[in-house]
């Protein structure tokens, strides 16, 4: 029996069941497909710190298979074309991977069902509960979180896979080292990829700092490491798996203490697990401008807002430094999010789907279940039961940046731009000269 895994968000060898399945097997080779750029809306490719964070954490799964008597595969090209490939060269017998909540992900595996003549199983993503614990259908998910929450709080969390003891050895092939990134860490904001960087966030952000114990308080801080417990990035990319998080979550509250802010960490992985599983429910609707209301939304298209947005120059000032931010570390809070997409939404009547491409460009911990899922919210076309959100900048400004620090670290005061809309006839209009 000849194996190959392909690794895409579960870039780990603990809780990785995909993985385990091919303890019996004669060999097994191990493959990462590297991002492929995407043209729409000029966003090729990926941002440098997202590439950066990617190349540590493959790196470091490279050394752990490594020392497993394993090693990485990773190559350039779609999965529909390599995987044929090296099935045939390899003479594969049976190909596994994790459950990935994305439309095209989705659509790759289906491809790969029909096209090859041998097994291709999918096992149970980074998720909390698998599909089968689930106290409804995907069917019936509920369209909102409220109701979800409710269903599933309860629910048993199983306890992570153990790690695994032993892989069978790769077949004959050239397993070439992994380029390190160009890209550093912003000193602002340094996460490092990897699942040990991951542990020992987990380790400090909960058992040492105890910062859990305040999180409610603080997760809306716009600076990381200010109040934010940043396990995304790892989640993401599955460093971590987001049942060992759960499962530390629940040690400190029976070992220490527990409290409405320990609670709402697993909150928002409860979020997260909502957001997964909308994904899978709601398929290439997750992409669409209406989304899965079906209902018509006004929006339009100035470039030059958007590049104003993307590039933090525009007339708001703490929407210009979440976005430099972003650019810069590859990371923005969850209010921030919510600010800036009210904004490109709001203020500039632009489409949605553009502000998400940028995130899924840049953001380390991008997941396109939460990234789409949050982005349909604000603009109302999503899992809002209030049509969207409109955020009050001035309000957030005060609220959150009342002294203007983060404003001033980010360089979010820019010179003032004029105003361009769009007339009937599509023609860019200066709003000052009407």
């Not at 909960?206 to 990035?233: V, W």
């Not at 609220?399 to 105003?419: A, I, M, N, S, Y």
Request: aromatic content about 10%; proline content about 7%; some cysteine.
């Amino acid at each position: 029996m000849r194996h190959l895994h392909w690794f895409r968000s579960d870039l780990r060898l603990n809780d990785n069941p995909a993985l385990a399945s091919h303890a019996a097997s004669d060999s097994l080779l191990c493959l990462y497909l590297m991002p492929k750029p995407k043209p729409w809306c000029n966003l090729t490719g990926i941002g440098p710190q997202r590439e950066r964070f990617l190349r540590e954490s493959l790196i470091a799964l490279k050394n752990d298979l490594q020392q497993m008597g394993q090693d990485l595969l990773v190559l350039e090209g779609s999965a529909e074309l390599v995987i044929p490939h090296l099935v045939e060269r390899f003479a594969i017998t049976e190909v596994s991977v994790s459950d990935h909540p994305g439309w095209e992900e989705k659509c790759a595996v289906d491809y790969l069902t029909d096209k090859l003549d041998i097994p291709v199983q999918v096992h149970r993503g980074n998720t909390l509960f698998g599909e089968l614990d689930l106290p409804m259908t995907l069917d019936d998910l509920p369209l909102v979180f409220s109701p979800f929450r409710r269903k599933v709080e309860k629910l048993l969390v199983r306890g992570p896979r153990p790690a695994l003891s032993h892989l069978p050895a790769p077949p004959s092939a050239q397993f070439d080292d992994i380029p390190l990134s160009n890209n550093k860490p912003h000193p602002g904001l340094p996460i490092p990829g990897g699942r040990a960087a991951g542990l020992r966030r987990v380790k400090q952000f909960i058992f040492d700092d105890e910062a859990i114990t305040t999180y409610k308080a603080t997760r809306n801080c716009l600076d990381g490491f200010d109040g934010s417990s940043t396990f995304s990035p790892w989640l993401a990319n599955g460093n971590l798996s987001v049942r060992e998080v759960a499962h530390a979550i629940f040690d400190f509250e029976r070992e220490n203490t527990a409290n409405e802010s320990t609670y709402w960490l697993f909150f928002e992985l409860l979020w997260r697990e909502f957001f997964y599983w909308r994904a899978q429910a709601d398929g290439k609707s997750l992409f669409l401008l209406s989304g899965k209301t079906g209902k018509p939304r006004r929006s339009t298209f100035e470039p030059r807002n958007f590049a104003r947005w993307c590039a933090g120059d525009t007339n708001h000032p703490i929407v210009n430094a979440l976005m430099r931010q972003l650019v810069a570390t590859g990371w923005m809070s969850n209010r921030g999010r919510q600010i800036v997409a009210s904004c490109l939404i709001n203020e500039l009547d632009g489409d949605w789907r553009f502000g998400a491409a940028f995130f899924e460009k840049h953001l380390i911990d991008y997941d396109v279940g939460s990234n789409y899922g949050n982005w349909q919210y604000i603009a109302g076309v999503g899992s809002d039961p209030r049509g969207g959100r409109h955020f009050n900048l001035e309000k957030q400004t005060a609220e959150h940046d009342p002294e203007g620090t983060f404003v001033t670290k980010w360089g979010g005061v820019r010179p003032l731009q004029p105003d361009f809309i769009t007339d009937a006839a599509d023609w860019p209009i200066d709003s000052e000269k009407i």
